[in-house]
């Protein structure tokens, strides 16, 4: 069975990318990571991805540009390496539309709440004003929809009347840790798939929150 070729956008220390690349080692996923992009330079996922040995590469927005031409770039720099899927790791840009198309059904963003709770930006500062009792991480396939694509699995973690969001975000991370490999791994399984903007498990569609749910 060949390896599912497997391309990671980062922004920033790539907690969720070394989740996926020890995954791929332990062979939990039949996939590998071929090559990893950030659009920033100098930071900790890069220097997961070379002690790994996969090719990273830094594509950084020029000034002026516009999220199209951008996309463009990116799009160039990924089509040598003919990959299979592509997973959303902290990547801190919105993609265009017409990327987005070009990949739908084959691209996975992990958000940090529950889906449709707190799309954007401060969810864990959010929840708390919200006085939520429980916040989480959702992975999704990736649609135009900001935040707004079918979601495949979540994952709950309490909040206390004490908590921070620095100390919530811990805990959400962990859990984002345990989730996103294992989508990644049906994915690659062929288990999982998008149909008709339904995430679709082994033929049957999901509910709105995903994978084993409890609505």
């Not at 907690?15 to 062979?27: G, P, T």
């Not at 399984?189 to 498990?201: E, F, K």
Request: include cysteine; glycine fraction near 8%.
């Amino acid at each position: 069975m060949k390896k599912f070729r497997i391309a990671v956008l980062i922004s920033g220390s790539g907690s969720n990318l070394q989740a996926i690349i020890d995954a791929c080692a332990a062979n939990e996923i039949n996939g590998e990571v071929v090559t990893v992009i950030s659009n920033k330079a100098d930071v900790f996922g890069l220097e997961r991805a070379a002690n790994a040995g996969i090719p990273q590469q830094v594509v950084a927005a020029n000034k002026g540009q516009t999220r199209e031409q951008y996309d463009q770039r990116l799009q160039a720099e990924l089509a040598p390496y003919k990959v299979d899927l592509i997973v959303l790791a902290g990547f801190m840009r919105i993609l265009s539309e017409s990327f987005v198309r070009q990949y739908q059904g084959k691209m996975f963003n992990i958000h940090p709440s529950l889906l449709p709770k707190y799309p954007g930006l401060n969810t864990h500062q959010r929840a708390i004003d919200a006085g939520d009792n429980e916040h989480g991480a959702s992975v999704h396939f990736v649609t135009p929809e900001l935040d707004g694509g079918p979601v495949v699995l979540q994952a709950k973690v309490p909040v206390f009347t004490e908590d921070v969001a620095d100390g919530l975000a811990l805990r959400v991370h962990s859990q984002e840790h345990r989730i996103y490999p294992l989508v990644v791994k049906w994915f690659c399984q062929g288990r999982l798939t998008m149909a008709n903007d339904c995430a679709m498990m082994d033929g049957e569609q999901l509910s709105a929150g995903g994978y084993a749910a409890d609505d």
